[in-house]
């Protein structure tokens, strides 16, 4: 299953190539691949390739939500070309429970383009993912620039607004099953446990 990200967070087309992201079955998880354009701005977070860093939001990423929108639990999934990576569960809006989980994540930059690929664990997702939405941020200042998959539209956004990707209600229906088949049953979550203690 394969999405392109050609639009600004605020719905105004984008004037480079779009971010691509798959996602297909994996060993124990989702695996999630991402081709998109090497800005190399702001430079690398300083913290080592292949760990968390946390407020990788502030640098390059690509990030992925998967939502249950009836209990607003959701996983939160950053990428960063040099390596780094964030992953964060949320148990309602802006709510992170749970932060700088491993992640098994290579990269490889080449000719300005980065790919990058992520095993995304079944134990990291929360019960009855039905919506999704995906991301991409880069530049700096003036340039920083906020790109989404599903943008908000233009004529819902208020003067003075600025980016917000936790607004689920513009997120758009997904299931695992989509990518898994029908008949798979999602593995139950020994973290998504603590989210209601």
Same mark, same amino acid.
Request: proline share 10%.
């Given at each position: 299953?394969?999405?392109?990200?050609?639009?600004?967070?605020?719905?105004?087309?984008?004037?480079?190539?779009?971010?691509?992201?798959?996602?297909?079955?994996?060993?124990?998880? #989702?695996?999630?691949?991402?081709?998109?354009?090497?800005?190399?701005?702001?430079?690398?977070?300083?913290?080592?390739?292949?760990?968390?860093?946390?407020? #990788?939001?502030?640098?390059?990423?690509?990030?992925?939500?998967?939502?249950?929108? +009836?209990?607003?639990?959701?996983?939160?999934? *950053?990428?960063?070309?040099?390596?780094? +990576?964030?992953?964060?569960?949320?148990?309602?809006?802006?709510?992170?429970?749970?932060?700088?989980?491993?992640?098994?994540?290579?990269?490889?930059?080449?000719?300005?383009?980065?790919?990058?690929?992520?095993?995304?664990?079944?134990?990291?997702?929360?019960?009855?993912?039905?919506?999704?939405?995906?991301?991409?941020?880069?530049?700096?200042?003036?340039?920083?620039?906020?790109?989404?998959?599903?943008?908000?539209?233009?004529?819902?956004?208020?003067?003075?607004?600025?980016?917000?990707?936790?607004?689920?209600?513009?997120?758009?229906?997904?299931?695992?099953?989509?990518?898994?088949? *029908?008949?798979?049953?999602?593995?139950?979550?020994?973290?998504?446990?603590?989210?209601?203690?």
């Amino acid at each position: 299953m394969e999405f392109h990200i050609k639009y600004t967070w605020d719905s105004f087309p984008l004037d480079h190539d779009p971010v691509i992201i798959r996602f297909s079955p994996g060993e124990g998880g #989702l695996l999630m691949q991402v081709t998109a354009p090497f800005i190399n701005d702001p430079p690398a977070p300083a913290g080592p390739p292949g760990e968390p860093f946390p407020g #990788l939001w502030d640098y390059e990423v690509v990030e992925s939500f998967f939502l249950n929108n +009836h209990t607003e639990q959701y996983l939160e999934v *950053e990428l960063c070309p040099h390596g780094q +990576h964030l992953v964060l569960l949320l148990n309602g809006k802006h709510n992170a429970f749970m932060q700088q989980l491993p992640l098994s994540f290579k990269v490889n930059i080449e000719d300005k383009i980065w790919k990058g690929e992520a095993l995304l664990p079944w134990r990291y997702f929360p019960p009855g993912v039905n919506k999704m939405n995906s991301y991409a941020i880069h530049g700096s200042g003036a340039e920083r620039s906020y790109e989404a998959l599903y943008p908000i539209p233009r004529e819902d956004i208020v003067e003075g607004q600025g980016p917000d990707f936790h607004r689920l209600e513009y997120f758009q229906d997904f299931t695992l099953q989509s990518i898994m088949g *029908e008949d798979w049953v999602q593995p139950e979550s020994d973290l998504w446990d603590l989210a209601g203690k």
